[in-house]
């Protein structure tokens, strides 16, 4: 009995130590504290000193949620924007699920790319949502080219298959273009 | 309002008669059992042997065999009874006339798509989490889902039925007194399951043309500055995104149908009164009101919002 | 002893003490657990297992308790801000999780566990080593639940997990990939308990235990891990493989859009739920007709009938499962099939209900601690049964499904049914397996706040529900009305709370220094009175020899007793599973580590799964390893020198 007693003691202690860690990916946001927008937007412009580094390791404020990572996922099928990006392949609009970014990975740049529209169709979006969607929406596009922890990573949805899940999709692996001056390859 | 033992349609009224036969002879066997078996357990037929056990004579043992296979006979006919009845109710709540009013409801998370069919398209009527049914008429449901789970439930009226996605049920019901009933989705349903609920207007049938009639018509056009103010700030900011109002640019189909939103007794989903306080604060902050909503905060100025707000209100 | 063939046998022997004493030493010293931290964590001893099992799952029943009291203090009043929905839903649905799976079947196959040896006669169960991997095993999904929850990856779509809420789409994140698994381990753990019993009650019986004169409880006991064992593997197919798979690598058992079906779960979930709940009941009917008979002084009234109601009420639970989907677009006409079979069923447990009814009128019923609890399980489960014969037919299960009348009518038959019986047997068999006796005054606070909390808390909740109130809501509207009755059923909780409470206190209080209790202080007529309380590590010195139902009521001489098992290694008597007569001896396996290995492997092969797919080969490399250490046969299992002492012990010789 006495080793069970010790054997209680070592696991409640454990127990309120992984307590006080709170596993970020289970949260569920509901109040209506939102991340802020970047300061400062990035310029369209891609000239950079040095070859452009596709980036996996800057964090968006939803990249590591599944929660919100897949109310990204409701928010990019309701905005329908797989009407020129067809959920994630890409079609009027450019392919999302590949490793080619005109604008940048990075979750500012595709917030940017979001809130601000580009040029050649890619409407303005940052009258319409508030800053808590399209920090979703970068999360999850950015999960379909596996730029976010797997684990959250939204899994299938109840439709067709029309793409792997981003669950199942590799992580991306950091690529440099090696171009002087930053210019994408075309 | 949403009590079961207020029925206001012949489906209800068949059912409720059902639950009272079998309240009445439950709980005379629950008072007879425990009433039998606190005599028992103060009593004691049997004499003790000079083994310290309890024995009892062959004809008390007969007399308690026979009483028992007589219990057992009783109950057996009593749930053949039950049995009979409830096939019964059964049968009459799958009686229905070929032609009636057909509604199709769709579960949303977290809200209720109503569509009145007619076999004229220009006549079909969408709306959201209020129903209006003619007093008197028998009303077909058929019930879907886009997304989980979800259940129709209005307690007055009938029982309830499962939306699936994937499937379509249906459900019947005629009410028979004029009144608002209130319904809530009865399948767990996700975060805000508990603030997914729904209102039944029973109109008398004149009264019930005439509300088809008008709110099949466009939306009222604002008139004042302030409300074209606030009608402009509805179709640029991210409203007329997910909400469609009839006769304007709003084309919206994620959220509710707002084209005769102030007509409605309530919003959210049967979550507050239809009220100008209630819309303003819930525009402001619907995750304040319903946590984990997908409606969006947008960052409104006040006299932005008052506009929307006006607008909103005029939109009957 | 005569023999069916025409072997001579030596004669009837008398033993002498010195016999006795001698016996009991060399059997003590093969059969204990080795003392110390490693021979805790390996010891299989049926009754420490056992014991361990009952205090977990009590345990669980108390965190199953505080999930409850929370949301009672939600939903106290209308629109209240104490809980929000996240942590609301996670609340109920592993509230709903810990009480059925870990609390209320583990504690009645524990149950099971521990006396079904001691009432067949037996020194051990069938197969100890699984025994142990089961608990362990049971410990595993225990953890992982509550770790889980702690760290806000509890399970959050109730305790049956409908798709496509708890699907890939809507539930994000792992949560119900937690609830999936410790479905499994739970799963796994049942089924080797299971096993065990079935076995051992068919098997390992006293010689002269023919069927006819099995005791109820072990009957009861039997039926229910056959259920086990035809209901476990439905909800570990659509949980561990269907929706684990659909979770995990995008299968498509449940996506309607890629030819899957919402409904399927629904069925593959609920084939296993319906009988789970009988599975739940029907060890406490077991011991119910034992403290019966003991408190009446006299055998039960209509033993085969009751056998005969427990065997049917087995089969019946099997053909009722449809009516927990009365409100799906299932066809009606196989809905009112099932409507039959819910009416139906409610008669066998009816006739086992006036058998004890008869029992106690022909008796001499003393009204002590466990006849009360008894009489409240009369009172309290026959409501929830009636309740039950309401929501089988299909036209008021559609008012009253999903919505709190249904939460009334399940606690109506699982407390009254199930926990108000098990409190029963824990003031009777207390003195059994700890050596003391509960406190009377304690108890009978415990007994009437209980009771009165019970109906407090839950009658008002059938009004609720035909009031309009749904499931599983964290919060309701002021204008609904709900309020009061609300309030009232909080202030139960809090009733039911102080009297676990009690009985927490007694228990400790009792076992630390309660009375101390004698071999039969019930003056009972089982076989698990005979050996002392608590019993020795081997049970029984010699196998006792059976010629009635109540051995201990019939022999007014010294019980007859089978002997000649060997003492230097763990031999137990295999009988002839109709007649009991004596068939072959079989060596019982020594204490080992390997199923707390085995257990922790397989732990990490389900546990992994949810993360990745090397954890599952890694685990199940390392699972091999550990079964090779498990079925290894060494010397020592079949021979052990042990040398008498001056002082009378016995020991190892090394």
């Known amino acids: 009995m006495r080793a069970a007693c010790c054997g209680w003691r070592l696991t409640t202690a454990v127990a309120f130590i992984v307590a006080a860690t709170a596993c970020e990916r289970e949260q569920r946001r509901l109040n209506s504290q939102q991340p802020k927008q970047p300061t400062e937007f990035v310029s369209q412009v891609s000239l950079q000193p040095g070859p452009t580094l596709i980036s996996d390791t800057t964090e968006g404020p939803f990249d590591d949620n599944a929660h919100g990572t897949a109310e990204g996922q409701v928010l990019f099928e309701q905005m329908n924007c797989s009407g020129c990006h067809a959920n994630g392949g890409g079609g009027m609009g450019p392919a999302l699920m590949d490793d080619e970014w005109i604008y940048g990975s990075k979750p500012d740049q595709i917030f940017a790319s979001i809130a601000e529209g580009r040029s050649n169709g890619m409407p303005t979006w940052k009258y319409r949502l508030n800053n808590q969607q399209i920090w979703q929406l970068v999360a999850y596009v950015r999960s379909l080219s596996g730029l976010t922890p797997k684990s959250a990573r939204p899994s299938r949805e109840d439709h067709m298959m029309t793409k792997p899940a981003p669950s199942q999709t590799p992580n991306a692996k950091p690529k440099n273009t090696g171009l002087p001056g930053g210019a994408i390859k075309p | 309002m949403h009590s079961f033992f207020n029925p206001t349609s012949p489906q209800a009224r068949a059912v409720a008669g059902l639950w009272w036969w079998m309240f009445g002879v439950g709980a005379v066997i629950w008072i007879g059992v425990t009433i039998l078996a606190l005599w028992a357990a103060n009593s004691g037929r049997g004499h003790r042997e000079s083994d310290g056990l309890t024995h009892v004579d062959p004809g008390t043992r007969h007399r308690v065999e026979r009483i028992v296979a007589g219990g057992v006979f009783l109950t057996v006919l009593i749930l053949a009874g039950f049995l009979i009845y409830d096939f019964s109710v059964g049968r009459l709540l799958a009686e229905h006339p070929p032609r009636a009013l057909t509604i199709q409801v769709t579960g949303h998370q977290w809200w209720w798509e109503v569509l009145y069919e007619d076999p004229d398209p220009s006549q079909r009527l969408t709306d959201a989490n209020e129903i209006h049914v003619p007093v008197g008429q028998m009303v077909q449901f058929k019930l879907r889902s886009v997304d989980v789970i979800h259940s129709f439930w209005a307690p007055n009226l009938n029982g309830k039925r499962d939306l699936i996605p994937g499937y379509e049920s249906t459900l019947w019901f005629r009410a028979d007194t004029p009144g608002v009933y209130r319904g809530q989705c009865a399948e767990f349903c996700g975060l805000q399951h508990a603030k997914m609920s729904f209102y039944v207007v029973a109109d008398p049938p004149v009264k019930f043309a005439t509300w088809r009639a008008t709110s099949s018509l466009p939306a009222t056009p604002p008139t004042t500055d302030t409300l074209r103010y606030g009608q402009t700030v509805f179709m640029s900011s991210g409203c007329a995104v997910c909400h469609n109002i009839a006769g304007t640019g709003a084309r919206g189909t994620v959220g509710p149908d707002l084209t005769h939103f102030k007509s409605r007794e309530s919003l959210a989903a049967g979550t507050l009164a239809n009220t100008r306080l209630n819309l303003t604060r819930w525009i402001q902050n619907p995750s304040a009101v319903k946590p984990g909503v997908r409606m969006p905060a947008l960052p409104f100025k006040p006299a932005e919002l008052n506009a929307l707000v006006s607008y909103l209100e005029t939109l009957k | ?654």
């Open chain 3, 1 to 654: 002893m005569t023999s069916t063939n025409n072997r001579a046998l030596p004669a009837d022997i008398t033993l002498t003490e010195a016999d006795l004493s001698r016996d009991a030493a060399a059997l003590e010293e093969t059969w204990r657990d080795t003392p110390g931290l490693w021979g805790w964590l390996s010891a299989i001893d049926h009754k420490s297992i056992a014991k361990r099992y009952i205090i977990t799952a009590f345990a669980m029943f108390v965190a199953g308790g505080i999930e409850a009291a929370f949301m009672r203090m939600q939903l106290a009043r209308p629109e209240n801000a104490l809980i929000g929905p996240d942590k609301y839903d996670q609340l109920f649905t592993v509230h709903g999780t810990t009480m059925m799976f870990l609390f209320a079947v583990p504690i009645m196959t524990a149950m099971g566990l521990y006396f079904v040896p001691l009432m067949v006669g037996a020194r051990t169960v069938a197969f100890p080593r699984l025994n142990a991997f089961g608990y362990w095993t049971y410990v595993v999904g225990v953890l992982f639940l509550y770790v889980s929850f702690f760290v806000n990856t509890g399970p959050d779509t109730g305790w049956f997990a409908y798709v496509p809420l708890s699907g890939p789409n809507y539930s994000p994140g792992h949560r119900v990939d937690v609830w999936a698994q410790v479905v499994t381990f739970t799963e796994i753990a049942a089924l080797c308990a299971a096993v065990n019993v079935i076995v051992t009650a068919f098997k390992m019986r006293a010689p002269g235990m023919s069927v006819n004169r099995i005791p109820l409880f072990v009957w009861a006991q039997l039926v229910v891990a056959f259920m086990i064992v035809f209901a476990m593997p439905a909800v570990a197919t659509g949980s561990t493989l269907m929706l684990a798979t659909d979770r995990a690598v995008n299968m498509h058992w449940f996506n309607p859009a890629e030819g899957g079906d919402a409904l399927l779960w629904q069925h593959m979930f609920w084939f296993f739920g319906h009988p789970e709940v009988y599975i739940i009941f029907l060890p406490a009917l077991g011991m119910v007709t034992p403290i019966i008979e003991t408190f009446c002084r006299r055998p039960v009234f209509g033993y085969t009938a009751i056998v005969m109601a427990n065997i049917t009420t087995a089969f019946f639970a099997f053909g009722l499962w449809v009516h927990h989907m009365f409100a799906t677009p299932i066809p009606e006409l196989g809905q009112s099939l099932f409507t039959a079979a819910s009416m139906v069923i409610s008669i066998p447990t009816g006739v086992q209900i006036f058998c004890w009814i008869a029992t106690m009128f022909i008796g001499r019923p003393r009204l002590t601690l466990p006849m009360l609890f008894i009489l409240g399980f009369i009172f309290t489960f026959v409501n929830g049964g009636i309740t039950g014969v309401m929501l089988a037919s299909v036209a008021f299960d559609k008012e009253a499904h999903d919505t709190f009348f249904v939460v009334a009518h399940l606690h109506y038959v699982l407390i009254g049914g199930g926990v108000m019986p098990l409190f029963a047997a824990f003031y009777y068999w207390f003195p059994k397996i700890t050596g003391r006796m509960l406190g009377e005054t304690l108890g009978k606070w415990h007994f009437w706040l209980f009771l009165i909390g019970m109906q407090v808390t839950f009658f008002p909740m059938h009004i609720l529900g035909l009031e309009g109130m749904p499931r599983r809501v964290y919060t309701y509207l002021e204008p609904t009305g709900w309020g009061t009755l609300n309030l009232v059923a909080t202030i139960g909780a809090v009733t039911i709370a102080t009297s676990v409470l009690i009985f927490i206190i007694n228990a400790v209080r009792s076992w630390r220094g309660g009375a101390e209790a004698t071999d039969n202080p019930w003056n009972s007529s089982g076989l698990e009175w005979l050996p002392s309380s608590p019993p020795p590590s081997y049970n029984f010195l010699h196998s006792p020899v059976v010629s009635s139902r109540h051995p201990l009521w019939d022999t007014t001489v010294d019980m007859p007793v089978l002997t000649g098992l060997r003492t230097d290694r763990r031999e137990v008597l295999i009988t002839t599973v109709f007649d009991a007569q004596p068939d072959s001896r079989h060596t019982s396996p020594w204490s080992t580590i390997w199923p707390l290995y085995v257990a922790l492997c397989m732990g990490l092969v389900f546990i992994g799964s949810v993360f990745s797919p090397y954890f599952v080969l890694g685990g199940l490399g390392a699972s091999a390893i550990g079964l090779i250490g498990w079925a290894w046969v060494s010397a020592r299992d079949f021979h052990r020198d042990l040398v008498a002492l001056p002082d009378g012990s016995v020991v190892e010789r090394t």
